[in-house]
């Protein structure tokens, strides 16, 4: 709404508050575009003082609408109203994620500073957590951070940042930065060190909690253990003193790419699936709301389904019933928001899905197939370790026989291919990051993160006896299974999607590229036989002949692409290679930015990157 016209509008209906309200209103907006004097000040020194936060200009706005007859006047200062209820004064929110491990450095820095613990990092968990609730009930008014004291650098750089987020609070309001993020939650003390540096910089304490603590539970043995983690935290009653003045919910971050990475498909999907229904059991026997938000990435092995419907509806029962949250990656964001058209449409699929979701629905998750899951999980993550984590010359496999090296020259994601810079130039599988690995993969045609580790598992749940016929009352299990649980259909289903995507003649000429003799051969040989075996109960399941039976539409779309998508395939192994051998410095740059040029013809025609 135009300044003017709604000066015009008060003026019309409520004499002599135009100046009082618009000229609040454009104080507010030259403070926050930088350069009035804050409210306190202002009142002082008789100027026109501006609003505080967006809740103070709604009870003016509130107030004047009740004085107005209704019609269209009444209509437009209701519409502005909602625009400021959703938008507040910041327009967007932004979280804040940090790595555990920074937390721990920077909160053992001040304690060893101030006298209080010598050795945080040596202390027992127990004991930790101990530490850290005495400081975090503290007085407010006996900080640790001192900004001219002899801290390390990385907790003068942490604290900067804390103390960013209490200006961007106080300028904006709390729903601007309104959640922290701690990645690699392993411990309770993982959740209780950020919550100490809040409370240095005032957004913890006497006053209440002012964000929401956000642990990202990553890995499978932190999702088996996510539930004493967090039924530890909600336990304590500070804790959930603070929790009720912040709508009684508490937020947990699940994340889909670490599990997977680490210990394959299957198994980061039943686990993650498992801990969706611990945390709602443990919210409730502590009488917390939950909001689970998503750490979903664009493909299927970062936890991506084919369609938002099926993304929520493989959730458990109940897992949406506080709402949803969930990322979406950078790359998707032109696919999904890039047309007013588009963006309509996938924010209504979503949000029919999110309503679809809890509607009273009949999931049949019995014993057996908890069972059935539980054995498949445990046998398929054995069966990927094998290959990633024990297979002799896997990572040299892994760097020479993907393009995994050329994707920080592609720009396709906001953080390296690795979380540390290695002294000897090698990957390690613990430090991969997931666009890079899940990227490499994708990129010569194997797609080994949605599928490795499924076929054994599967294949040894119906028989034992590989040379026995696939058949028996365990495949009619499996496919009941299928027929009848949307988490099972969809993990399936999305398999099977991958598979299609594969050509293991295009993946052996990848493996031809690596140097050590054997190696590309023997891991190559390994891919092989997990796929015909992944292939072969996929197909069972579902009673299909072919991949993508069941949808023309996509196999077709696949079938057109190939063509070009095998060619810009046998052009990449060549500039490869190439590059690889070439020592004239300006051709092998050249070299390079033609890999990175067939990388965005693949991501192209298969639709996504990493």
Do not use: C
């Not at 309200?21 to 009142?43: E, Y």
């Not at 058209?341 to 949000?351: S, Y």
């Not at 629905?361 to 445990?378: F, G, I």
């Not at 992944?534 to 023309?552: A, D, H, N, R």
């Amino acid at each position: 709404m135009k300044s003017s016209s709604f000066r015009s509008l008060i003026e019309t209906y409520a004499p002599g508050e135009s100046a009082r309200i618009t000229d609040r209103i454009a104080a507010t907006r030259r403070t926050l575009t930088g350069g009035d004097v804050p409210t306190a000040a202002a009142a002082a020194s008789g100027a026109v003082a501006p609003y505080a936060s967006p809740e103070a200009l709604i009870a003016d706005l509130e107030a004047l609408r009740a004085r107005l007859p209704a019609g269209a006047a009444q209509a437009r200062l209701s519409r502005f109203t909602r625009e400021i209820a959703g938008a507040g004064f910041h327009t967007a929110s932004i979280d804040v994620r940090q790595n555990s491990a920074s937390h721990e450095d920077s909160v053992g820095d001040l304690l060893h500073e101030a006298g209080i613990v010598a050795d945080y990092a040596a202390l027992t968990e127990e004991e930790k957590q101990a530490v850290l609730w005495q400081r975090l009930l503290a007085p407010d008014d006996a900080p640790l951070y001192d900004p001219h004291g002899a801290h390390s650098p990385q907790t003068h750089k942490e604290m900067e940042i804390f103390r960013a987020i209490g200006d961007v609070q106080t300028k904006f309001g709390e729903r601007a930065m309104p959640n922290y993020i701690i990645a690699n939650t392993e411990s309770v003390s993982d959740i209780l060190e950020p919550m100490v540096l809040l409370k240095e910089v005032g957004l913890a304490g006497a006053n209440g909690l002012k964000m929401n603590i956000v642990p990202l539970i990553e890995t499978v043995p932190d999702l088996k253990n996510g539930r004493e983690i967090v039924g530890t935290l909600l336990a304590h009653p500070q804790y959930r003193a603070w929790l009720k003045e912040r709508d009684n919910t508490q937020q947990i971050m699940v994340g889909y790419s670490d599990s997977n990475r680490l210990d394959g498909p299957l198994a980061s999907n039943w686990e993650i699936q498992k801990a969706l229904v611990y945390l709602q059991e443990v919210a409730a026997e502590n009488d917390v709301d939950l909001l689970v938000f998503h750490g979903r990435g664009g493909t299927v092995a970062r936890g991506a389904g084919l369609h938002p419907e099926q993304e929520v509806d493989m959730l458990p029962s109940g897992a949406a019933r506080r709402g949803l949250r969930y990322t979406e990656q950078g790359e998707e964001v032109a696919v999904k928001y890039g047309t007013s058209e588009a963006a309509a449409h996938n924010l209504q699929t979503i949000t029919a899905a999110a309503i679809d979701a809890n509607l009273p629905r009949d999931v049949p998750e019995t014993p057996a197939y908890r069972a059935a899951m539980e054995k498949m999980s445990t046998r398929s993550s054995e069966v990927y370790r094998q290959l990633v984590a024990e297979k002799p010359g896997f990572l040299e496999y892994y760097n020479q026989a993907t393009p995994v090296g050329y994707v920080a020259d592609l720009n396709a994601g906001s953080r390296a291919s690795s979380r540390s810079n290695l002294a000897d130039g090698q990957l390690k599988l613990d430090q991969l990051r997931a666009i890079p690995w899940v990227a490499g993969w994708n990129q010569s045609r194997a797609m080994v993160p949605a599928w490795y580790g499924m076929g054994t598992a599967l294949r040894e749940h119906v028989h034992a006896d590989a040379t026995q016929p696939v058949a028996g009352p365990e495949l009619h299990a499996l496919q009941e299974m299928y027929r009848t649980w949307p988490f099972f259909r969809s993990l399936i289903d999305r398999t099977e999607n991958e598979l299609a995507k594969v050509d293991l003649t295009i993946v052996k000429g990848y493996a031809d590229l690596v140097k050590t003799d054997g190696v590309g051969d023997a891991i190559h040989a390994d891919l092989k036989q997990e796929f015909d075996r992944t292939k072969e109960m996929v197909l069972s399941i579902k009673q299909s002949s072919t991949l993508l039976e069941t949808e023309p539409a996509m196999a077709s779309s696949l079938a057109r692409k190939a063509p070009m998508l095998d060619t810009a395939n046998a052009l990449q192994i060549s500039l490869i290679a190439a590059e690889r051998t070439e020592t004239d410095a300006g051709l092998k740059q050249a070299l390079r930015k033609g890999v990175v040029g067939t990388m965005q013809a693949i991501q192209s025609g298969l639709g996504r990157f990493g």
